[in-house]
């Protein structure tokens, strides 16, 4: 289903026409230079990472700066777990939760509401989903006090309600699942189920779900990989150190033990391992997500 | 809507076949079947607008009112002062020294992040063996959170021991400490927002590369057009609402910036954006108010006049790149 597949037979099955169009298309020298250069400079930081991370702060603080891993990965670790300042450990799992649940949420949502979008007919429907295109343009950071305001009042602040319950859903969701369910569900299966006495529930779950697994696949990777990135919100949101989201645990890390580089770069090194074995398990999908989302834009 | 398209594939299949024989229905299940038709499209949409209803349409129009009070953190009497705070953060020497630092260091990250993006998908669109692992290779920053890549380019970007200084010290310049000056925090921050994006819109480019049929440089090629003159004239004029498009999310999410520069100062200032806010954004100005000045009031009039600064700049964004590329056509042989 992504592009990178779809793609490649349809080349490779044209016959080959005259030498001039293979030449042009070919990856000259320069290019397979520049894109190994992005890819070793994208890695880099990286790699970086956890060469620090397994190193001691005598070996971080010499020059030339080290390039290889060292054996101090275990050390460096321990000392991040027992830091109860940076609640690590803690805010490993709130991130984990608040990822988690959120995937399962926006997914639901979404493709109930994008089902509902594609496929029925109700009245207000294309104003409706103009309104939602509109949420999407809103930058967070306008509502962000009155948000705050209300987290406050009902006591969720520093609490994962505060950073769960505002986005079970939101408007990204709605429209890439209208896009793709009236895309990859043909109508006339749905007038066949209706027809035979489906409810639409029933038409959902049996019908729309299964069809759209490979866009659940790629919007639940987003809003787990967005979520577990999340900072802005949650810096405000989730601010108690003893109660913290990753993201805002590293934060406390890196500005209270700047001189303890090993152990912040360990934190660092553990944080990002979740999205890395989302990234080595879905590359695929996620590539294709973005490009097939860039070409609806 | 989509009848039109689909229709000509489905008369050439075969009717979809039912899935269980159809049962007799009885009267009450038609009317059933009719109320569910009629009303389950609400219940479906309902938690979206349920959702936004209360924690996205309601705090964005309170902003507002919330701006027009003299509101303190954990307080409940507000007053109302008009708009007294509009003129009292306009006249803040340190509100525009937070709008310089989001536009400059917008501008000098995100023109050769695109150009770079752009020269990045030209290559990646050639063909080649491994492309899902180049691609993977490109896209990895991206994946990677903000603070973590922040922490990280803070340690290459250190004064005494950090990478940056000891590969500069071979060209017999620096060490500098990045972090001190406006122009080299700018520098700094920028690179890291670069390295984090380049891959993505990269991606978004290439998407749209090839959806350009190949004819076009074949004939191109065969009226001897270089194929730098073939990326000028062809590829970025056809790539035009790719480009608007990609411009756009960079100036939205360009003008928020607020984790880079918190994390890559750090310590006391990390707010601040170092002791003489040299790269202090309004994101960090907006969460100013709040964190050091507990100020409900000042905070939603910056939330405010930051949606302003993102508005304006996404029109004068979208006037510039539909110019350029409208004269790039005009040039383009097609």
């Known amino acids: ?297 | 809507m989509t009848m039109p398209t689909t229709s000509p594939s489905q008369t050439a299949s075969p009717p979809p076949q039912p899935i269980r024989p159809a049962p007799a229905r009885r009267p009450r299940d038609v009317g059933l079947s009719r109320l569910d038709m009629r009303y389950s499209p609400y219940l479906y949409i309902a938690p979206f607008f349920v959702v936004f209803g209360i924690f996205g349409a309601y705090p964005l129009l309170y902003t507002a009112w919330v701006a027009l009070h003299d509101w303190e953190v954990g307080t409940d009497n507000p007053t109302f002062v008009g708009l007294d705070n509009f003129t009292k953060i306009l006249s803040d020497s340190n509100f525009w020294n937070a709008v310089l630092n989001t536009v400059g260091i917008f501008l000098i990250s995100t023109i050769p992040q695109l150009l770079l993006a752009l020269v990045l998908a030209n290559a990646l669109n050639k063909r080649m063996r491994g492309r899902t692992l180049l691609r993977m290779g490109v896209l990895i920053p991206n994946i990677t959170s903000v603070a973590a890549v922040a922490i990280v380019f803070s340690q290459l970007y250190s004064r005494d021991f950090g990478m940056i200084n000891w590969i500069l010290h071979f060209f017999g310049l620096g060490p500098y400490e990045w972090q001190a000056y406006k122009w080299s925090s700018w520098i700094a921050i920028s690179t890291m927002v670069d390295w984090r994006w380049v891959g993505y819109n990269a991606l978004i480019y290439l998407a749209a590369m090839q959806s350009i049929p190949r004819d076009i440089y074949e004939s191109a090629a065969l009226d001897g057009a270089s194929s730098s003159k073939q990326f000028w004239r062809i590829t970025v004029p056809l790539l035009r609402p790719t480009i608007i498009f990609t411009v756009i999310i960079s100036t939205i999410g360009g003008l928020q910036l607020y984790a880079e520069p918190l994390l890559f100062n750090g310590g006391a200032s990390a707010l601040l954006g170092g002791t003489l806010r040299q790269s202090q954004t309004v994101t960090m100005y907006l969460m100013e108010q709040f964190f050091s000045r507990s100020e409900y009031g000042d905070m939603a009039t910056v939330a405010w006049l930051l949606f302003l600064l993102i508005l304006i700049f996404s029109a004068v964004n979208f006037a510039i790149t539909s110019r350029l590329e409208s004269t790039g056509k005009r040039g383009g042989s097609k």
Not at chain 1, 49 to 63: E, F, Q, W
Not at chain 1, 257 to 275: C, H, K
């Open chain 1, 1 to 297: 289903v992504t592009t990178v597949t779809r793609t490649l037979p349809r080349q490779s099955s044209r016959p080959p026409m005259n030498k001039r169009r293979r030449d042009l298309f070919a990856a000259s020298p320069l290019t397979f230079v520049l894109i190994i250069a992005t890819v070793a400079l994208s890695i880099f930081p990286l790699y970086y990472m956890v060469v620090v991370a397994t190193r001691s702060n005598d070996a971080i603080g010499t020059l030339p700066p080290p390039f290889t891993p060292g054996g101090n990965i275990a050390d460096n670790i321990g000392r991040l777990l027992s830091n109860e300042n940076a609640a690590f450990v803690t805010g490993m799992i709130n991130s984990a939760v608040i990822s988690l649940s959120l995937t399962v949420s926006v997914v639901f949502f979404s493709t109930l509401a994008g089902f509902a979008f594609a496929k029925l007919r109700f009245a207000g429907r294309n104003k409706l989903m103009l309104s939602i295109l509109l949420t999407m343009m809103v930058p967070a950071q306008l509502g962000v006090v009155p948000l705050y305001m209300m987290m406050a009042k009902l006591e969720w602040a520093n609490h994962l309600q505060s950073v769960i319950v505002p986005f079970l859903v939101n408007g990204f969701g709605v429209f890439m699942m209208r896009q793709y369910v009236s895309q990859s569900v043909p109508d006339e299966l749905i007038e066949a189920a209706r027809v035979d006495g489906c409810s639409t529930l029933r038409i959902y779950w049996n019908i729309v779900l299964p069809a759209l697994r490979p866009a659940i696949a790629v919007l639940a990777l987003f809003t787990f990989m967005a979520q577990w990135n999340e900072f802005f919100w949650a810096s405000l949101a989730m601010g108690d150190p003893s109660n913290p989201t990753v993201q805002i645990s590293l934060q406390h890390l890196s500005t209270g033990y700047y001189n303890d580089y090993a152990q912040v770069f360990a934190g660092t090194v553990l944080s990002i391992l979740p999205l890395l074995a989302v990234f080595i398990l879905f590359g695929r999908q996620i590539i294709g997500g973005i490009m097939e989302g860039a070409l609806k834009a």
